[in-house]
């Protein structure tokens, strides 16, 4: 495979093939998944019309990844990417997101205007993680700084089936926007700071110069994204069935030092 690190830098991800480590992760924590999918407590958790499970923070894990006695710890040449290459060293693992998308994505939810609805099918809802939008004014600010995401599939979709998409070299856009628009600023009052136009403008830049990729790898494999890297999710095209089941790793490291968000 290609050099991950050189791929992330250029590319802004870089997935890592099946490995045994990963697959029984994937494996025992795809039932818990199925679980959660029908558990009352977490109900709250399905948009677009019941054709998303959000399923935010919602797997009961340890710093170690591990839910005890269901779910090991994380290991596999991904874990080993981010805690040598990436410099994070003994990371410790945030509530993973448990994913999952179902055929039909996206119908339109009662918390989707007709916008935001429109956006999901034509540009799969792309956004920069950890941009929260504040009532009342919908306006855009820095809320998380997270150092990578690590995404591990917890099964078989194909690239027609609700894909994870990232554009390529999307990151370096978005360093250079929120690099100007935060220069002069104390870090420490960077969560304060409306950067909604800055980011619409980087956003739309994005999507005149880079190349919008699915990855859809299967069990065992995995994959890291850079922090800054525009991604979404592509709507449901196949025939397929089986819902995409996908954990989502975000440790935020860089709280206490958000400059590191952009200049990792
Ligand atoms: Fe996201």
């Given at each position: 495979m290609p050099d991950p690190l050189h791929q992330y830098r250029e590319d802004g991800w870089t997935v890592f093939p099946p490995d045994p480590a990963v697959a029984a992760w994937a494996g025992a924590c795809a039932s818990v998944a199925r679980e959660m999918l029908v558990d009352p407590a977490l109900a709250?958790?399905?948009?677009c019309d019941g054709t998303?499970?959000?399923?935010?923070?919602?797997l009961e894990n340890d710093a170690t990844g591990a839910v005890p006695g269901r779910v090991p710890p994380l290991s596999g040449a991904a874990v080993a990417f981010v805690r040598g290459a990436l410099g994070h060293g003994d990371v410790s693992w945030d509530r993973a997101q448990v994913s999952v998308v179902f055929p039909g994505y996206p119908r339109h939810g009662a918390e989707d205007t007709e916008a935001s609805f429109r956006y999901r099918h034509t540009?799969?809802?792309?956004h920069v993680d950890g941009l929260e939008r504040s009532m009342p004014d919908r306006r855009r600010r820095l809320s998380e700084t997270h150092s990578f995401l690590l995404g591990i599939p917890l099964g078989e979709a194909g690239e027609d089936e609700g894909a994870f998409v990232v554009w390529r070299g999307s990151h370096e856009i978005m360093r250079a926007a929120f690099a100007e628009a935060y220069a002069g600023h104390d870090p420490a009052d960077w969560f304060g700071i409306d950067i909604t136009d800055p980011y619409v403008a980087a956003r739309k830049r994005c999507f005149e110069v880079c190349e919008p990729v699915r990855i859809a790898p299967g069990m065992g494999a995995a994959y890291v994204m850079h922090p800054l890297a525009l991604h979404g999710v592509a709507p449901w095209e196949g025939a397929g069935m089986t819902p995409r089941m996908v954990a989502y790793f975000r440790p935020?490291?860089?709280?206490?030092?958000?400059a590191r968000w952009i200049t990792a």
């Open positions: 709250q958790g399905y948009r998303w499970f959000a399923g935010v923070n919602a540009r799969c809802a792309a935020d490291a860089f709280a206490g030092d958000p």
